[in-house]
């Protein structure tokens, strides 16, 4: 299982996700949403190594979604493609967060 790789950039969290992004990562992806918690971050979620998400993902993304009251500024998904981008799309999470 490989872990979540945390960069801080001022107020921008980088979270490149690993391979496999599902139940396993909760608490470490729960734990870095109560880290960097504060009005004034703003959160890139890298999805560039990421090829399976499942159902539990797209709860932790929610959960950031809730963190930051709902801004669509102040998430942004990058490299999302292939599986992880259909699986995003099917869930309508193009209307809850940015893509880039």
Known sequence: MKNIVTKQ????????????????????????????????????????????????ALGMLLLLREQVQGDKKRVLLTNVSGTALKILEIAQFNQLFDFS
């Open 9 to 56: 950039k001022d107020n921008l969290i980088i979270m490149v996700l690993p391979c496999s992004f599902d139940v396993s990562q909760y608490e470490e992806f729960k734990s870095i949403c109560e880290k960097f918690k504060s009005d004034d971050n703003r959160y890139e979620i890298d999805f560039s190594e990421t090829q399976y998400m499942d159902s539990s």
